[in-house]
């Protein structure tokens, strides 16, 4: 059997008895696993470990960008195409949104052709269901309180655990009308749609730049656009200056002041947005540095080299702060203007501290690498993790704990204990993901150097990087 068929290789294998097991009742296979009922519905990936990883990969597109873009466009009353679109279950959640909000969607030679105007027909409500998608639940939440219509917001059980209220809270301000059906500070939402207003509204990002992010978005939505700041410190910042990218790519004003950072903690505003006189025909999607950090890890993590193409640089873009990292650990990172390539340049990888707030989405591959590192690591700044498609922090620990290696979750930060020695062969050991993409993507980090590992729910990878375990196997030398 190939290394890639072996990727998908479940551990529903024959148990050593015919009738199946009670709930939480363990049984053993041929390969001295043992095995709950949980487990025998549960896939597995196994991948064998590396000597080196070496070759090319394009990098998928970005998930940040392909998600303003979509609500950019279907604010346009004009055609637009976006070129090179992420399809993946975040993209499609908000694709059926915008759908069912008055857009029109089709697919095209190049990416997708969307174009508005949104409005809902009186008399129904909308339900918006945006799955597992923070991102779409965000910009949904600010999107729907400018659009003609009746609106139920909701999202999958993690994602109705997630934050909203601060971004309600700044569009009740502005004159919305939004009631929580259940929960307070929780989807879902009822949302009275066209009753949002333009003007100024502040609103406390601190747990997530999605909320600013949601509501510049909006600006060109209404007749004299949205003047937005941020109420103290900005969790992620970066990600708004791509939204900011975006809106001005789009053709909409943009006045205001850039992020701008003092004592280590960004604010962001007044910003005001507009709509703009002159609609674009067609947008590129760029690549996604947070989908490509895990890639170029893996440099790290068993030696090699690896050209991940299709990254901007020089970029906005949040994980591309995460480079430094790489090099700081030990890894030679060269940087052209489409490609960037990560070399080990041998011996041991370093241990690190370092304040991640600006970017998240790298840090559960940065914490698979410290596995790795001989000595202690510490990850700091990383509070907002915890509000993530899981408890980031908890399960980064988890994961690197279950690998064999120490690590300690503290409430806003990880500290790793890394050590270069492989462990001793024994029995296959689970490697939990959480459902999480990002926490799956370091897990198949610690496989290419960790013998006897499982890789927990790997189709969860499909959230952002559907194709990420076959660009990895390309990487592969064995």
Known sequence: MTAARALWRSAREPSAVNRQPRRGEAVSTAHGLRLTAHDLMTEYLAIPPAREV????????????????????????????????????????????????????????????VHGPLAVAPGFEVVLDAGESGTAARFLAALAAATPGRFL??????????????????????????????????????????SLRSGRVTVDASRSSQFLSALLLTGPAL?????????????SAPYVATTLECVRAFGHEVIGSPPARASGAWTIGPIRVTRGRDSVARYRVPGDYSSALPLLACAGMVGGNVTVTGLVWPSGDADAGALPVLERMGLAIERSADAITARSRGGALRPVTV???????????????????????????????RLKESDRIDSIASLLTA????????????????????????????????????????????????????????????????????????????
């Open 223 to 235: 007749p004299d656009g949205l003047e937005v700041s941020s109420a103290g410190a900005v969790a």
């Open 54 to 113: 070496r070759g090319t990969v394009a990098a998928p597109p970005s998930k940040s960008a392909t998600n303003r873009a979509l609500i950019l466009a279907a604010l346009s009353e004009t055609e637009v195409e976006i070129e090179c679109p992420l399809v993946s279950e975040d993209t499609r959640a908000l694709v059926r949104c915008l759908t069912a909000m008055g857009a029109s969607v089709a697919a095209s030679g190049l990416g997708l052709r």
């Open 355 to 385: 304040v991640a707030t600006d970017f998240p989405d790298a840090v559960p591959a940065l914490a698979a690498l410290a596995a790795r590192a001989v000595g202690r690591s510490h990850l700091e700044g990383i509070a907002h993790l």
């Open 403 to 478: 690998a064999g290696s120490g690590a300690q979750a503290l409430a806003g930060g990880l500290v790793v204990e890394g050590g270069s020695a492989l462990p001793p062969a024994g029995p296959p050991r689970k490697l939990p993901t959480f459902g999480d993409h990002r926490i799956a993507m370091a897990a198949a980090l610690l496989s290419l150097a960790l013998p006897d590992l499982l890789i927990e729910n790997p189709a969860c990878v499909a959230k952002s990087y559907p194709h990420f375990f076959a660009d990895l196997e390309t990487l592969l030398v064995r």
């Open 153 to 194: 917001l909701t999202g999958s059980e993690r994602l109705r655990e997630r934050p909203i209220g601060e971004l309600v809270h700044a569009l009740l301000s502005c004159g919305a009308r939004i009631e929580y059906a259940h929960e307070q500070e929780h989807l879902p939402v009822e949302i009275d749609g066209g």
